[in-house]
């Protein structure tokens, strides 16, 4: 059984950079596909990218356009969704995800193991 826990989320600025934190036990993250989901009010969860742990590769979604890079410290069983040029549109819970998987998916279902999540607020 894995356990996710997510912290970094806050309050910022438009145009900020913010890094969060996902941090396993149960598990070490060299052995799981890790995933980034955001959920805005009102709106459906969403993939945001994801790390194979098989080739760390990443796969983001398009909305992303290059602000966001995903990151594993496996000294410290951490992944890291770094932020960038933060905008109100990416104001949400912030939620990570793992499968004992080499593939990255974007399909929320796909993950078997979820954090707490989150909150990031970008203000304008």
């Known amino acids: 059984q894995v356990q996710l826990v997510e912290s970094g989320g806050r309050l910022v600025q438009a145009g900020d950079s913010l890094r969060l934190s996902c941090a396993a036990s149960?598990?070490?993250?060299?052995?799981?596909?890790m995933g980034w989901f955001r959920q805005a009010p009102g709106k459906e969860r969403e993939f945001v990218g994801g790390?194979?742990?098989?080739?760390?590769?990443?796969t983001y979604a398009d909305f992303v356009k290059g602000r966001f890079t995903i990151s594993r410290d496996t000294a410290k069983n951490t992944v890291y969704l770094q932020m960038n040029s933060l905008n109100a549109e990416d104001t949400a819970v912030y939620s990570c995800?793992?499968?004992?998987?080499?593939?990255?998916?974007?399909?929320?279902?796909?993950?078997?193991?979820w954090g707490q999540g989150t909150q990031v607020t970008v203000s304008s």
């Open positions: 149960g598990g070490t993250v060299n052995r799981y596909t």
């Open positions: 790390i194979s742990w098989l080739s760390s590769s990443t």
């Open positions: 995800a793992a499968v004992p998987s080499s593939v990255v998916r974007r399909d929320q279902d796909f993950y078997a193991y």
